[in-house]
Nanobody, 125 residues
Framework: QVQLVESGGGLVAPGGSLNLSCAPS????????MGWFRQAPGQEREFVAC????????RYEDSVKGRFTISRDSAKNTVFLQMDSLKPEDTGVYYC??????????????????WGQGTQVTVSS
């Protein structure tokens, strides 16, 4: 059974940093697109960032550009989301997602086939 397991969430003050990790199990995702989404209370799940299977191409939601960095370590089959200069509006449950490399639109929730259970990120003083 394929699973994506997120870790690294927590409570941080505004301006602080967190580094999320996603470690798939059950298969290798080395040729898959990996993405991060988030969902705030009462809101729909939204795209945050994604990275191509090679790690060459990355995409970000406008509000996190320059603050968040997505990366992957193919040898360890792990993807990371480094989040700096965090703001209260970044609060939410962060989900790791994956799909084969294809033509589906990268920022659509429905484009991803595999999902983790999510990790809570709370930015508050």
């Amino acid at each position: 059974q394929v699973q994506l397991v997120e870790s690294g969430g927590g409570l941080v003050a505004p301006g602080g940093s967190l580094n999320l990790s996603c470690a798939p199990s059950g298969r290798t995702f080395s040729t898959y697109v990996m993405g991060w989404f988030r969902q705030a209370p009462g809101q729909e799940r939204e795209f945050v960032a994604c990275i191509s299977w090679s790690g060459v191409t990355t995409r970000y939601e406008d509000s996190v550009k320059g603050r968040f960095t997505i990366s992957r370590d193919s040898a360890k089959n792990t993807v990371f989301l480094q989040m700096d200069s965090l703001k209260p509006e970044d609060t939410g449950v962060y989900y790791c997602a994956s799909r084969p490399s294809d033509s589906r639109i990268y920022y659509y929730v429905a484009s991803y086939d595999y999902w983790g259970q999510g990790t809570q990120v709370t930015v508050s003083s």
